[in-house]
Protein backbone atom coordinates (compact mmCIF):
# COMPACT_ATOMS: atom_id res chain seq x y z
CA UNK A 1 0.00 0.00 0.00
CA UNK A 2 1.53 3.52 -1.27
CA UNK A 3 2.10 5.78 2.07
CA UNK A 4 -0.86 7.17 3.59
CA UNK A 5 1.05 10.22 5.57
CA UNK A 6 1.81 13.29 3.22
CA UNK A 7 5.42 14.57 3.13
CA UNK A 8 5.55 18.48 2.43
CA UNK A 9 9.34 19.70 1.30
CA UNK A 10 10.72 23.44 1.78
CA UNK A 11 11.86 24.30 -1.41
CA UNK A 12 14.97 26.91 -1.45
CA UNK A 13 18.24 27.03 -3.11
CA UNK A 14 19.21 23.58 -2.74
CA UNK A 15 16.57 22.32 -4.11
CA UNK A 16 14.65 24.34 -6.33
CA UNK A 17 16.65 23.23 -9.90
CA UNK A 18 14.97 20.90 -12.28
CA UNK A 19 16.57 18.17 -11.43
CA UNK A 20 16.51 17.96 -7.90
CA UNK A 21 12.76 18.93 -7.86
CA UNK A 22 12.70 16.28 -9.92
CA UNK A 23 14.36 13.94 -8.09
CA UNK A 24 11.89 15.37 -4.47
CA UNK A 25 9.05 14.43 -6.28
CA UNK A 26 10.23 10.79 -6.93
CA UNK A 27 11.40 10.18 -3.68
CA UNK A 28 8.13 11.63 -2.17
CA UNK A 29 7.43 14.93 -1.97
CA UNK A 30 3.68 15.92 -2.19
CA UNK A 31 3.31 19.39 -1.19
CA UNK A 32 6.21 21.89 -2.43
CA UNK A 33 6.23 24.99 0.14
CA UNK A 34 7.59 28.15 -1.17
CA UNK A 35 8.65 30.89 2.02
CA UNK A 36 7.61 34.08 1.35
CA UNK A 37 9.91 35.96 3.48
CA UNK A 38 12.72 35.96 1.91
CA UNK A 39 13.42 36.59 -1.45
CA UNK A 40 11.48 38.25 -4.29
CA UNK A 41 8.02 37.25 -4.89
CA UNK A 42 8.82 36.93 -9.22
CA UNK A 43 12.26 34.66 -7.60
CA UNK A 44 9.16 32.52 -5.92
CA UNK A 45 6.96 32.88 -8.93
CA UNK A 46 9.82 31.20 -10.89
CA UNK A 47 9.90 28.84 -8.39
CA UNK A 48 6.08 27.95 -8.85
CA UNK A 49 6.43 28.13 -12.58
CA UNK A 50 9.20 25.43 -12.14
CA UNK A 51 7.47 22.98 -9.66
CA UNK A 52 4.58 23.15 -11.76
CA UNK A 53 6.22 22.51 -15.13
CA UNK A 54 8.66 19.24 -13.45
CA UNK A 55 5.02 17.68 -11.73
CA UNK A 56 3.43 18.29 -15.37
CA UNK A 57 6.40 16.20 -16.48
CA UNK A 58 6.01 13.35 -14.33
CA UNK A 59 2.45 12.86 -14.43
CA UNK A 60 2.71 13.61 -10.50
CA UNK A 61 0.34 15.70 -8.78
CA UNK A 62 2.17 17.73 -6.36
CA UNK A 63 0.72 20.62 -4.56
CA UNK A 64 2.77 23.82 -3.77
CA UNK A 65 1.77 25.86 -0.65
CA UNK A 66 2.98 29.57 -0.51
CA UNK A 67 3.87 30.66 3.48
CA UNK A 68 3.39 33.94 4.04
CA UNK A 69 6.38 35.88 6.15
CA UNK A 70 3.21 37.35 9.07
CA UNK A 71 4.50 39.80 11.55
CA UNK A 72 7.59 37.80 11.60
CA UNK A 73 9.81 40.22 13.51
CA UNK A 74 13.38 39.39 11.87
CA UNK A 75 17.39 40.70 12.87
CA UNK A 76 19.47 42.92 10.51
CA UNK A 77 21.56 40.55 8.62
CA UNK A 78 24.77 38.76 10.57
CA UNK A 79 26.03 38.03 6.95
CA UNK A 80 26.90 34.53 5.53
CA UNK A 81 29.28 33.83 8.25
CA UNK A 82 28.19 32.42 11.96
CA UNK A 83 28.50 35.01 14.55
CA UNK A 84 28.38 33.62 17.89
CA UNK A 85 26.72 35.64 21.00
CA UNK A 86 28.30 34.38 24.05
CA UNK A 87 25.88 33.33 27.32
CA UNK A 88 26.22 36.38 29.48
CA UNK A 89 27.40 39.05 27.47
CA UNK A 90 24.87 42.22 26.56
CA UNK A 91 23.81 43.31 23.48
CA UNK A 92 21.56 46.40 22.66
CA UNK A 93 18.67 46.08 20.18
CA UNK A 94 18.45 48.58 17.34
CA UNK A 95 14.62 49.12 15.91
CA UNK A 96 15.24 50.16 11.83
CA UNK A 97 19.00 49.11 11.39
CA UNK A 98 19.54 46.21 8.69
CA UNK A 99 22.61 44.68 10.09
CA UNK A 100 23.54 42.44 13.05
CA UNK A 101 26.73 41.93 15.16
CA UNK A 102 28.19 40.31 18.36
CA UNK A 103 27.24 43.55 20.43
CA UNK A 104 24.23 45.25 18.58
CA UNK A 105 21.35 43.17 17.19
CA UNK A 106 19.31 45.24 14.58
CA UNK A 107 15.47 44.59 14.23
CA UNK A 108 13.29 45.55 11.26
CA UNK A 109 10.41 46.51 13.56
CA UNK A 110 9.93 50.20 14.28
CA UNK A 111 7.67 49.59 17.55
CA UNK A 112 9.66 47.05 19.46
CA UNK A 113 10.95 49.55 21.77
CA UNK A 114 7.10 50.15 22.67
CA UNK A 115 6.40 46.81 22.35
CA UNK A 116 8.73 45.26 24.80
CA UNK A 117 8.99 45.13 28.79
CA UNK A 118 11.88 44.62 30.84
CA UNK A 119 11.99 41.34 31.78
CA UNK A 120 10.96 39.78 28.36
CA UNK A 121 12.24 36.60 27.31
CA UNK A 122 12.99 36.48 23.64
CA UNK A 123 14.54 33.74 20.84
CA UNK A 124 16.26 34.23 18.03
CA UNK A 125 15.83 31.73 15.18
CA UNK A 126 14.61 28.35 16.52
CA UNK A 127 15.17 29.39 20.29
CA UNK A 128 18.56 27.92 20.26
CA UNK A 129 19.39 31.40 21.14
CA UNK A 130 17.61 33.22 23.94
CA UNK A 131 18.22 36.88 25.78
CA UNK A 132 16.16 39.06 28.01
CA UNK A 133 15.29 42.42 28.19
CA UNK A 134 16.73 44.29 31.15
CA UNK A 135 16.13 48.07 29.78
CA UNK A 136 14.22 50.15 27.41
CA UNK A 137 16.19 53.50 25.94
CA UNK A 138 14.82 56.03 23.65
CA UNK A 139 16.23 54.79 20.96
CA UNK A 140 17.39 50.62 21.89
CA UNK A 141 16.81 47.99 24.28
CA UNK A 142 19.93 46.41 26.05
CA UNK A 143 19.45 42.67 26.52
CA UNK A 144 21.66 40.13 28.41
CA UNK A 145 21.95 36.71 26.39
CA UNK A 146 20.76 34.04 28.45
CA UNK A 147 22.00 31.35 26.19
CA UNK A 148 24.23 31.66 23.37
CA UNK A 149 25.08 30.17 20.45
CA UNK A 150 25.84 30.77 16.79
CA UNK A 151 23.58 32.81 14.29
CA UNK A 152 23.72 33.98 10.90
CA UNK A 153 21.75 35.31 7.89
CA UNK A 154 18.56 37.03 9.20
CA UNK A 155 16.92 34.56 12.14
CA UNK A 156 13.87 35.50 13.20
CA UNK A 157 13.28 37.74 17.21
CA UNK A 158 10.57 35.80 18.55
CA UNK A 159 8.24 38.56 20.55
CA UNK A 160 5.44 37.31 22.56
CA UNK A 161 2.61 37.75 20.46
CA UNK A 162 0.62 39.63 23.04
CA UNK A 163 3.49 42.19 23.40
CA UNK A 164 3.15 42.44 19.40
CA UNK A 165 1.17 45.51 18.02
CA UNK A 166 0.62 43.79 14.41
CA UNK A 167 -1.64 41.37 13.54
CA UNK A 168 -1.97 39.16 10.33
CA UNK A 169 -2.15 39.37 7.95
CA UNK A 170 0.03 41.91 7.30
CA UNK A 171 -0.62 44.75 4.03
CA UNK A 172 2.58 42.73 2.56
CA UNK A 173 0.87 39.37 3.00
CA UNK A 174 -2.19 40.50 0.74
CA UNK A 175 -0.02 41.38 -1.61
CA UNK A 176 1.90 38.57 -2.14
CA UNK A 177 -1.40 36.59 -1.35
CA UNK A 178 -2.87 38.35 -4.72
CA UNK A 179 0.24 37.61 -7.00
CA UNK A 180 -0.13 33.54 -6.20
CA UNK A 181 -3.86 33.92 -6.10
CA UNK A 182 -3.66 35.12 -9.82
CA UNK A 183 -1.11 32.02 -10.64
CA UNK A 184 -4.04 29.52 -9.52
CA UNK A 185 -1.92 28.44 -6.13
CA UNK A 186 -3.07 25.69 -4.43
CA UNK A 187 -2.58 26.72 -0.69
CA UNK A 188 -1.69 29.67 1.03
CA UNK A 189 -0.02 29.47 4.79
CA UNK A 190 -0.89 32.39 7.14
CA UNK A 191 1.87 32.93 9.60
CA UNK A 192 0.99 33.86 13.37
CA UNK A 193 -2.91 33.69 13.37
CA UNK A 194 -4.48 34.61 16.56
CA UNK A 195 -8.13 34.19 15.90
CA UNK A 196 -10.66 33.37 12.62
CA UNK A 197 -11.03 36.73 12.10
CA UNK A 198 -7.72 36.95 10.67
CA UNK A 199 -7.89 34.00 7.95
CA UNK A 200 -11.08 36.18 6.84
CA UNK A 201 -9.13 38.78 6.00
CA UNK A 202 -7.85 36.84 2.92
CA UNK A 203 -10.84 37.76 1.28
CA UNK A 204 -10.33 34.86 -1.45
CA UNK A 205 -12.97 32.69 -2.97
CA UNK A 206 -13.81 29.06 -1.15
CA UNK A 207 -11.66 25.97 -1.95
CA UNK A 208 -11.27 24.41 -4.65
CA UNK A 209 -11.95 27.90 -6.74
CA UNK A 210 -9.55 29.98 -4.05
CA UNK A 211 -6.55 28.33 -2.35
CA UNK A 212 -6.80 26.23 0.89
CA UNK A 213 -5.97 28.38 3.60
CA UNK A 214 -3.49 27.19 5.89
CA UNK A 215 -3.64 28.47 9.36
CA UNK A 216 -0.40 28.56 11.46
CA UNK A 217 -0.44 27.67 15.24
CA UNK A 218 2.01 29.06 16.89
CA UNK A 219 1.20 31.94 19.07
CA UNK A 220 -0.94 31.49 22.98
CA UNK A 221 -3.92 33.19 21.77
CA UNK A 222 -4.67 30.88 18.39
CA UNK A 223 -4.37 27.49 20.75
CA UNK A 224 -6.89 29.90 23.12
CA UNK A 225 -9.11 30.62 19.97
CA UNK A 226 -8.44 26.94 17.95
CA UNK A 227 -12.04 25.74 17.17
CA UNK A 228 -13.00 29.58 15.59
CA UNK A 229 -9.66 29.25 13.99
CA UNK A 230 -10.34 25.68 12.37
CA UNK A 231 -13.59 26.50 11.35
CA UNK A 232 -12.00 29.20 9.37
CA UNK A 233 -9.52 27.56 7.76
CA UNK A 234 -9.16 24.27 5.29
CA UNK A 235 -5.98 22.77 7.32
CA UNK A 236 -3.92 23.81 9.82
CA UNK A 237 -0.09 23.44 10.53
CA UNK A 238 1.29 22.78 13.82
CA UNK A 239 4.25 25.51 13.99
CA UNK A 240 5.98 24.21 16.64
CA UNK A 241 9.28 26.65 16.53
CA UNK A 242 7.83 29.93 17.78
CA UNK A 243 5.32 27.85 19.33
CA UNK A 244 7.18 26.44 21.86
CA UNK A 245 8.61 29.63 22.77
CA UNK A 246 5.13 31.00 23.86
CA UNK A 247 4.16 27.96 25.35
CA UNK A 248 7.43 26.36 26.98
CA UNK A 249 8.33 23.54 25.52
CA UNK A 250 7.56 20.80 28.34
CA UNK A 251 4.15 21.71 26.45
CA UNK A 252 4.32 21.37 23.04
CA UNK A 253 4.05 17.44 22.71
CA UNK A 254 0.56 17.86 24.63
CA UNK A 255 -0.72 20.90 22.39
CA UNK A 256 0.26 19.00 19.64
CA UNK A 257 -1.91 16.00 20.13
CA UNK A 258 -4.82 17.88 21.01
CA UNK A 259 -4.83 20.09 17.52
CA UNK A 260 -4.44 17.01 15.40
CA UNK A 261 -7.32 15.84 17.11
CA UNK A 262 -9.54 18.49 17.23
CA UNK A 263 -8.72 19.45 13.11
CA UNK A 264 -9.37 15.79 11.95
CA UNK A 265 -12.47 15.22 13.96
CA UNK A 266 -13.17 18.04 11.94
CA UNK A 267 -11.61 16.46 8.46
CA UNK A 268 -9.44 19.66 8.21
CA UNK A 269 -5.82 18.31 7.00
CA UNK A 270 -2.94 19.01 9.59
CA UNK A 271 0.61 19.88 9.13
CA UNK A 272 3.09 19.04 11.68
CA UNK A 273 6.32 21.15 11.11
CA UNK A 274 9.43 22.35 12.46
CA UNK A 275 13.09 20.78 13.19
CA UNK A 276 11.22 17.24 12.21
CA UNK A 277 14.60 16.04 10.94
CA UNK A 278 16.68 19.04 11.60
CA UNK A 279 20.01 17.09 11.94
CA UNK A 280 19.79 16.12 8.40
CA UNK A 281 20.62 19.79 7.64
CA UNK A 282 23.95 18.71 7.40
CA UNK A 283 24.46 15.03 8.13
CA UNK A 284 23.71 12.52 6.34
CA UNK A 285 20.89 10.46 8.61
CA UNK A 286 18.76 11.91 11.56
CA UNK A 287 19.04 11.60 14.80
CA UNK A 288 17.09 8.55 17.07
CA UNK A 289 15.13 11.04 18.92
CA UNK A 290 13.94 12.99 15.44
CA UNK A 291 13.18 9.61 13.37
CA UNK A 292 10.96 8.80 16.70
CA UNK A 293 9.52 12.49 16.63
CA UNK A 294 8.17 11.71 13.07
CA UNK A 295 6.82 8.17 14.12
CA UNK A 296 4.96 9.48 16.65
CA UNK A 297 3.54 12.38 14.94
CA UNK A 298 2.20 10.09 12.36
CA UNK A 299 0.97 7.99 15.79
CA UNK A 300 -1.17 11.08 16.53
CA UNK A 301 -3.27 10.77 13.54
CA UNK A 302 -1.05 14.37 11.53
CA UNK A 303 -1.70 14.27 7.96
CA UNK A 304 1.24 15.26 7.13
CA UNK A 305 5.18 16.30 8.12
CA UNK A 306 6.95 19.01 6.84
CA UNK A 307 10.72 19.58 6.26
CA UNK A 308 11.99 23.03 6.71
CA UNK A 309 15.88 24.07 6.33
CA UNK A 310 16.20 20.24 5.51
CA UNK A 311 14.95 20.60 1.89
CA UNK A 312 15.74 24.32 1.42
CA UNK A 313 19.31 24.18 2.23
CA UNK A 314 20.21 21.37 3.50
CA UNK A 315 23.21 19.31 1.92
CA UNK A 316 21.13 16.45 0.41
CA UNK A 317 17.54 17.27 0.13
CA UNK A 318 16.73 14.50 -1.56
CA UNK A 319 18.05 12.16 1.13
CA UNK A 320 16.01 14.19 3.39
CA UNK A 321 12.89 13.48 1.78
CA UNK A 322 13.41 9.76 0.80
CA UNK A 323 14.30 8.79 4.40
CA UNK A 324 11.31 11.08 5.98
CA UNK A 325 8.89 8.93 3.37
CA UNK A 326 10.65 5.84 4.75
CA UNK A 327 9.86 6.48 8.62
CA UNK A 328 6.38 7.92 7.72
CA UNK A 329 5.74 4.58 5.92
CA UNK A 330 7.23 2.36 8.23
CA UNK A 331 4.98 4.31 11.07
CA UNK A 332 1.75 4.30 8.69
CA UNK A 333 2.32 0.22 9.02
CA UNK A 334 1.76 0.20 13.08
CA UNK A 335 -0.89 2.91 13.14
CA UNK A 336 -3.95 1.54 14.94
CA UNK A 337 -6.39 2.32 12.72
CA UNK A 338 -9.84 0.89 14.74
CA UNK A 339 -8.34 2.71 17.93
CA UNK A 340 -8.29 5.86 15.66
CA UNK A 341 -11.65 5.78 14.25
CA UNK A 342 -13.31 4.72 17.35
CA UNK A 343 -12.01 7.84 18.59
CA UNK A 344 -13.11 10.00 16.05
CA UNK A 345 -16.51 8.78 15.80
CA UNK A 346 -16.95 10.38 19.61
CA UNK A 347 -15.22 13.36 19.01
CA UNK A 348 -17.45 13.95 15.91
CA UNK A 349 -18.58 17.33 16.64
CA UNK A 350 -21.99 19.68 16.07
CA UNK A 351 -20.00 22.21 14.12
CA UNK A 352 -20.48 20.96 11.09
CA UNK A 353 -24.27 22.07 11.12
CA UNK A 354 -26.57 21.00 9.27
CA UNK A 355 -27.60 20.74 5.68
CA UNK A 356 -25.27 18.99 2.87
CA UNK A 357 -22.37 18.88 5.34
CA UNK A 358 -23.96 17.16 7.23
CA UNK A 359 -25.46 14.48 5.23
CA UNK A 360 -21.71 14.23 4.03
CA UNK A 361 -20.67 13.77 7.59
CA UNK A 362 -23.49 10.56 8.39
CA UNK A 363 -22.63 9.18 4.77
CA UNK A 364 -18.51 9.23 5.25
CA UNK A 365 -19.12 7.72 8.48
CA UNK A 366 -21.67 5.07 6.76
CA UNK A 367 -18.92 4.33 4.06
CA UNK A 368 -16.00 3.86 6.83
CA UNK A 369 -17.86 0.92 8.72
CA UNK A 370 -19.49 -0.32 5.79
CA UNK A 371 -15.73 -0.67 4.63
CA UNK A 372 -14.55 -2.00 7.54
CA UNK A 373 -17.27 -4.70 8.38
CA UNK A 374 -16.68 -6.01 4.69
CA UNK A 375 -13.06 -5.97 4.85
CA UNK A 376 -13.41 -4.38 1.43
CA UNK A 377 -10.15 -3.73 -0.82
CA UNK A 378 -10.72 -0.16 -1.36
CA UNK A 379 -12.72 3.02 -1.28
CA UNK A 380 -13.52 5.02 -4.09
CA UNK A 381 -14.39 8.67 -3.30
CA UNK A 382 -15.70 11.19 -5.75
CA UNK A 383 -15.83 15.05 -4.72
CA UNK A 384 -15.73 17.82 -6.46
CA UNK A 385 -14.59 19.56 -3.91
CA UNK A 386 -12.47 17.58 -1.83
CA UNK A 387 -14.73 17.88 1.11
CA UNK A 388 -16.29 14.33 0.97
CA UNK A 389 -11.96 12.91 0.60
CA UNK A 390 -11.27 14.44 3.36
CA UNK A 391 -14.50 13.67 5.68
CA UNK A 392 -13.82 10.18 5.27
CA UNK A 393 -10.05 10.32 5.85
CA UNK A 394 -10.34 11.67 8.70
CA UNK A 395 -11.46 8.10 9.75
CA UNK A 396 -8.13 6.82 8.61
CA UNK A 397 -9.46 3.68 6.94
CA UNK A 398 -6.75 1.08 6.98
CA UNK A 399 -7.51 0.47 3.18
CA UNK A 400 -6.58 2.42 0.08
CA UNK A 401 -8.35 5.14 -0.46
CA UNK A 402 -8.95 6.73 -4.02
CA UNK A 403 -9.78 10.31 -4.88
CA UNK A 404 -11.41 10.97 -8.42
CA UNK A 405 -11.88 14.70 -8.27
CA UNK A 406 -13.07 16.25 -12.16
CA UNK A 407 -11.21 19.84 -11.22
CA UNK A 408 -7.59 20.17 -11.26
CA UNK A 409 -7.24 22.38 -8.35
CA UNK A 410 -9.18 19.95 -5.97
CA UNK A 411 -6.65 17.23 -7.54
CA UNK A 412 -3.49 19.46 -5.95
CA UNK A 413 -5.24 20.37 -2.58
CA UNK A 414 -5.96 17.22 -1.93
CA UNK A 415 -2.22 16.13 -2.04
CA UNK A 416 -2.42 17.55 1.57
CA UNK A 417 -4.84 14.87 2.75
CA UNK A 418 -3.70 11.52 4.39
CA UNK A 419 -4.25 8.73 2.65
CA UNK A 420 -5.84 10.10 -0.07
CA UNK A 421 -4.23 9.44 -3.67
CA UNK A 422 -5.88 11.86 -5.88
CA UNK A 423 -6.90 11.07 -9.57
CA UNK A 424 -8.43 13.30 -12.50
CA UNK A 425 -12.00 12.57 -12.97
CA UNK A 426 -12.66 12.94 -17.12
CA UNK A 427 -16.27 14.54 -15.93
CA UNK A 428 -18.69 15.05 -13.14
CA UNK A 429 -20.59 12.39 -11.67
CA UNK A 430 -23.83 12.30 -12.99
CA UNK A 431 -25.30 9.12 -12.95
CA UNK A 432 -24.46 5.35 -12.19
CA UNK A 433 -22.99 4.95 -15.18
CA UNK A 434 -20.91 7.58 -14.40
CA UNK A 435 -19.69 5.92 -11.06
CA UNK A 436 -19.00 2.38 -13.00
CA UNK A 437 -16.41 4.46 -15.95
CA UNK A 438 -14.51 5.87 -12.55
CA UNK A 439 -14.15 2.25 -10.95
CA UNK A 440 -13.17 1.18 -14.65
CA UNK A 441 -10.62 4.06 -15.04
CA UNK A 442 -9.22 2.94 -11.46
CA UNK A 443 -9.03 -1.23 -12.88
CA UNK A 444 -7.25 0.31 -16.00
CA UNK A 445 -4.67 2.09 -13.80
CA UNK A 446 -3.95 -0.44 -11.59
CA UNK A 447 -5.53 0.83 -8.52
CA UNK A 448 -7.97 -1.95 -7.99
CA UNK A 449 -8.00 -5.40 -9.61
CA UNK A 450 -10.74 -7.47 -11.28
CA UNK A 451 -12.57 -9.43 -8.50
CA UNK A 452 -12.14 -6.93 -5.79
CA UNK A 453 -14.60 -5.82 -3.50
CA UNK A 454 -14.48 -1.72 -3.39
CA UNK A 455 -16.65 0.80 -1.87
CA UNK A 456 -17.52 4.00 -3.75
CA UNK A 457 -18.93 7.24 -2.26
CA UNK A 458 -20.10 10.32 -4.64
CA UNK A 459 -20.31 13.60 -3.16
CA UNK A 460 -20.09 17.09 -4.51
CA UNK A 461 -19.33 20.45 -2.85
CA UNK A 462 -20.16 19.41 1.09
CA UNK A 463 -20.12 23.58 1.64
CA UNK A 464 -23.30 24.79 0.20
CA UNK A 465 -23.17 22.29 -3.23
CA UNK A 466 -24.31 18.69 -3.19
CA UNK A 467 -23.99 16.33 -0.55
CA UNK A 468 -22.11 12.68 -0.80
CA UNK A 469 -25.45 10.85 -0.63
CA UNK A 470 -24.33 7.92 -3.21
CA UNK A 471 -22.99 4.67 -1.43
CA UNK A 472 -22.34 1.53 -3.10
CA UNK A 473 -20.65 -1.57 -2.37
CA UNK A 474 -19.52 -3.33 -6.01
CA UNK A 475 -17.33 -6.09 -7.20
CA UNK A 476 -15.16 -4.62 -9.87
CA UNK A 477 -15.37 -6.39 -13.03
Not at 90 to 115: F, H, I, K, Q
Amino acid sequence: MARRTKIVATIGPASDSEVVLRRLIEAGMDVARLGLAHGSIDDSLERFRRIRAVSAELGKPVGIMVDLPGPKVRLGSFGDSAVDLPTNSTVLLYPGRESSDASALGVDYENLLSDVHVGDLLAVGDGSVTLVIESVDGDSATARITHGGPVQGRPGLHVPSERLGISSPTPDDLVKLDAFVEVGVDMVAFSFVRSGADMRKAGTEPHPIGPLLVAKIETRAAVENLQGIIEASGALMVARGDLGSELGIEELPHVQKHIIRECIALGKPVITATQMLESMVTAPSPTRAEVSDVANAVFDGTSAVMLSAESAVGHDPVNAVATMARIADRADQEFDYDAWARRIRLLRSEALGDGPARITDAMTGATWRAATEMNVDAIICISESGFTVRSIARFRPSMPLIAFTPLEQTLRQLTLSWGATPLLAPHRVESLAMMDHLVELARDSGYVRTGDTIAVLAGGGGDGHQAADVLRVVIVK
